[in-house]
Every structure is written in structure tokens, then in C-alpha cells.
């Protein structure tokens, strides 16, 4: 074992390695914060100037994190945070957790990736170890961030270490978070695996070491590609029970009784946040250039692809039943983040149903407690929109309530008694009511016979 090894190994277990993390988003505060709570002295580098001054005044802008512990670890001096990336010079450790968008061609943007690894180069040293996050596609770590790591001059797995271990966070999700979710990790040699291991083992409960960065950087995109197709075969059975007169929330309930070989997805108005609508292009992007045509994620985003347009036809389906038109009618968004009680509005298929029934002629609003207003540019309409006051009375005041995102803290009762129609896209209102319309569900027993 090479002295390099053994140092970092040592600075690790005594916790007095210095660690960083580059991107102090969804990803990069909960995994600062742990790694200051396991006992390191831990630096967050992001370019947000906000950011930055909000963990310095001891307050977290993510809700999975807790300002009391930002607070905490600030005041015990194992927190700071810098938009400097001249601090890197410092650091034992550097974890990358920056942002990996598509393109608007679906092909992978990976100037973030670059950007932050350009700024580590500048500051990398013999010794240092350094860990890639961000969601990529297979071989982003030897093909990409490696060359510009060694430029150098300084070679890794000799003079410094590199791994890829992917993130799994599932933000909102009360029981698991960044310090109990496993963690699966791949460096390029077996020192950096072991390295990386004994870093994240800190901090985190289960370590799952993997040969290779190739084989770390799959399992995620298997992981969201296995959610997006099995999403994708939901929301087409739903499709399918909607013209076939059966409740396919009834099904999947009952399906998933079965204690072996089911796992229940449940159909929606589409996919959204940062990982299942873009995560399974990086892979076939990738496949695509090993000759490899993947068919199953093609289908799959076809499929979630067209929700909001079966959103949108059963809005109009259920005004047809009030002999009303979209044009002209005024419709409430109950719900606009991508997911339950999370303030995160990236590629939320709400945005994409809001568009639509916009470009029909609908007087749109919304309502969501975690997302206050919606910027001009954010989506189709292309006009600035504030959420409307929580008054469950007013729900009566729309020709049509459309619960879009199922957030914990909607009246779903008082809706029911106030709305004069709603369409629900995630099975929140869970009784038969003449004025619901669900998704993928017989229509209520009050319209199946024509009105004269
Ligand atoms: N959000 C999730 O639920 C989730 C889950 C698993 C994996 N991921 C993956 O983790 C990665 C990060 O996602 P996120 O949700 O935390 O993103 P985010 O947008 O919340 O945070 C990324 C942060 O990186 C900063 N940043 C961008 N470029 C930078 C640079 N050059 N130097 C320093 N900071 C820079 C941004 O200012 C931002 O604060 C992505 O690859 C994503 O796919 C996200």
C-alpha cells in the first residue's frame, strides 16, 4: 500500500481528513451536512452566492435538512461554505454533486460536470480523493473526468484517487435519507474504491463496493431507468382501464398483496424532477454510441411522455360532462411540484398540463403550498403566476379542480364539498364522488348517462 494510501486512510478513520463538497443542492447539502455530523471538518463550494451566505448564517434551503444541525455544525466549526474553489487546495476529499441536465436534444449536458472538475484541477494534489455524484451515463468518470483531473500532470489511482459513487436521495422521504441509504461505490483502482469506501463509511450506514466507476455509474441509471419503464407500463394500463371501464388504482392495490414478484408503480400525470425524465436518455445516449438501440426506455418515455395530454382529455372529458369547453373555463392546479410535499419543480409534468390547457383557451391558477409563485419563463404560458390564498371555500369559485400533485396538506374533503368538478390524477380523493373524475377510472355514475 502506498504511503499516499495509508496517510488518507489515517486522516479519514481519525477524522481529520478535511472534506468538500462541490454543488450545495438536493444532493450536496444533506451530504455535507453528514459528513460534518460524522465528524469532518467539511467545506461546501458553490457558485450560488445565496447559497453560500444561507449555510454560513446557519439556515438550510433544503427541506431535508435541518437549519437546527446547519446551525450546529457551523457553531462546532466543522461547516462553512465558499463560492472559492481556491479552499480545494486544502481538502483531502472533494465530492462532485453538481447538476446533470439534458440538452433540449436529450443528449447529456455535461458542462457542470466540467466546469466544477476544471475548477478541482486547478487545486488537485498527490493524496487527494476525489468522488463523483452526479447522475452521468457509464464512463463519464474515466472518459471525461479523469483526462482533465491528470492534466496536469498527476496520475489517478497513483498520485490521486477517483470513484464514482452515485447519489440516491429521495427528497421528502421521511425514513430514508443520505445517512441510511445505502451507498454503492466504484473507483478506478481498488484503492480508490477502498478509499472511497472508508470515507462514505463514515458517514453512512451501508457501503456497497462495486468493481469499476463503469459498473457504479450503471446501477443508477438502472435504478431510474427500472422506475421510469415500470411508470411507463402503469401509466399505459391505466390508459387502458380508462377505455376499458375498470379502476386501475383498484388493481394496483390489490396486486400488490401479492408478497413475491410485484412492486407497485402507480400511474400519474407524467414523470418529473431531476432524475427519472432525464436519467434514462444519459443511458441511451450512451447505448446509442456502442451501436446499441434501447427500446424499452424510448417506450417508456413515449408513454409517460403523452400524460399530460390524458390529463388534459380528462379535463375536457369531465366539463363536457358540465356541457362546458376548456376555452373559457377557469381552472385551479391543485399541486405543481414535481412530487408530494416537496418544493421541487423541475420538469414537473404540471408545468406541461398547465401549457396545454393554456393553449386551449383555459383561465388557469394554482394552488401549492410549497411553491409560491411560478416564474414567466418557467413554463409554456409564459407569464408570471402567484398560488392562490389556501381558502378551501373557494374551491367552488373554478369550473374544474385539477389535483395534479397530491401534497399531504390539501383538504381533499373540503374539495370534494366546494369543487363543482375535479380531476384527480394521483387517486387523492380516495371515495367515489359524483364530481371526481380520476385517472385511469370509470367516470362518476352521474354523467355515464347522457344529459338531456
Ligand atoms: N435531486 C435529487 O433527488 C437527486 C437524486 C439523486 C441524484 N441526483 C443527481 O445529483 C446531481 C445533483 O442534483 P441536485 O438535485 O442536487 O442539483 P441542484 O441543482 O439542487 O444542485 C446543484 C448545485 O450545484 C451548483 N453548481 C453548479 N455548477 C457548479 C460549479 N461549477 N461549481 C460549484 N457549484 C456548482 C448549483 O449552484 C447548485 O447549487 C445531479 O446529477 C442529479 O441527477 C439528484
Same mark, same amino acid.
Given at each position: 500500500m502506498s504511503a499516499l494510501v495509508t496517510r488518507l486512510r489515517d486522516r479519514i478513520a481519525s477524522r481529520t481528513a478535511r472534506t468538500g463538497v462541490v454543488g450545495l443542492g438536493y444532493v450536496g447539502l444533506p451530504l455535507a451536512v453528514e459528513l460534518a455530523r460524522s465528524g469532518f471538518h467539511t467545506t461546501g463550494i458553490d457558485l450560488d452566492e445565496r447559497k453560500v451566505a444561507s449555510i454560513m448564517a446557519g439556515v438550510s434551503y433544503i427541506p431535508d435538512v435541518r437549519s437546527a444541525d446547519v446551525q450546529q455544525f457551523r457553531e462546532a466549526g466543522r461547516l462553512d461554505a465558499t463560492t472559492d474553489f481556491a479552499v480545494v487546495a486544502d481538502l483531502d476529499t472533494v465530492n462532485i454533486c453538481v447538476p446533470t441536465p439534458l440538452r433540449k436534444t436529450k443528449d447529456p449536458d455535461m458542462s457542470f460536470i466540467v466546469a466544477a472538475v476544471e475548477s478541482i484541477a486547478k487545486q488537485v494534489r498527490p493524496g487527494m480523493l476525489v468522488l463523483l455524484e452526479s447522475t452521468t451515463y457509464p464512463g463519464t468518470t474515466e472518459e471525461v473526468v479523469q483526462p482533465l483531473l491528470e492534466a496536469g500532470g498527476l496520475v489517478a489511482g %497513483? /498520485? *490521486?484517487? $477517483?470513484?464514482f459513487s452515485p447519489e440516491r436521495v429521495d427528497p421528502g422521504n421521511p425514513t430514508f435519507q443520505t445517512h441510511n441509504v445505502p451507498k454503492v461505490v466504484g473507483g478506478i483502482t481498488p484503492d480508490c474504491t477502498a478509499l472511497a469506501s472508508a470515507l462514505y463509511g463514515a458517514a453512512i450506514e451501508t457501503i456497497v463496493p462495486v468493481s469499476s466507476t463503469r459498473v457504479a455509474e450503471m446501477v443508477k441509471l $438502472? &435504478? =431510474?431507468? *427500472?422506475r421510469a419503464v415500470n411508470i411507463g407500463l402503469v401509466n399505459e394500463l391505466a390508459m387502458m382501464c380508462d377505455?376499458? =371501464?375498470? /379502476? #386501475?388504482? &383498484? #388493481? #394496483? &392495490?390489490?396486486? %400488490?398483496?401479492k408478497p413475491f414478484g410485484f412492486m407497485a408503480f402507480y400511474p400519474g400525470p407524467g414523470l418529473g424532477g431531476h432524475c427519472i425524465p432525464v436519467d434514462p436518455f444519459y443511458l441511451s445516449w450512451k447505448a446509442r454510441q456502442s451501436g446499441f438501440e434501447p427500446r424499452f426506455i424510448e417506450l417508456a418515455g413515449h408513454i409517460n411522455g403523452a400524460m399530460p395530454h390524458a390529463v388534459v382529455d380528462k379535463v375536457a372529458e369531465a366539463l363536457n360532462a358540465r356541457r362546458k369547453a376548456l376555452n373559457g373555463s377557469s381552472i385551479l392546479i391543485a399541486g405543481v411540484a414535481y412530487k408530494r410535499d416537496i418544493d421541487d419543480l423541475r420538469e414537473s409534468p404540471a408545468l406541461d398540463v398547465m401549457g396545454l390547457l393554456h393553449a386551449k383557451g383555459a383561465r388557469l391558477s394554482y394552488i401549492d403550498p410549497y411553491i409560491p409563485s411560478i416564474e414567466a419563463r418557467s413554463w409554456p404560458g409564459k407569464y408570471a403566476i402567484t398560488s392562490a390564498p389556501a381558502d378551501t371555500r373557494a374551491f367552488g369559485q373554478y369550473d374544474c379542480v385539477v389535483i395534479v400533485t397530491d401534497h399531504r396538506s390539501f383538504d381533499y374533503q373540503a374539495m370534494v364539498d366546494s369543487a363543482d368538478l375535479i380531476v384527480d390524477t394521483r387517486n387523492a380523493i380516495k371515495i367515489a364522488a359524483p364530481n371526481v373524475f380520476r385517472l385511469g377510472a370509470p367516470r362518476p355514475e352521474s354523467v355515464t348517462a347522457p344529459a338531456v
Open positions: %497513483k /498520485d *490521486f484517487f $477517483l470513484a $438502472l &435504478e =431510474n431507468t *427500472f377505455r376499458m =371501464n375498470i /379502476d #386501475v388504482w &383498484e #388493481v #394496483v &392495490e390489490a396486486a %400488490k398483496t
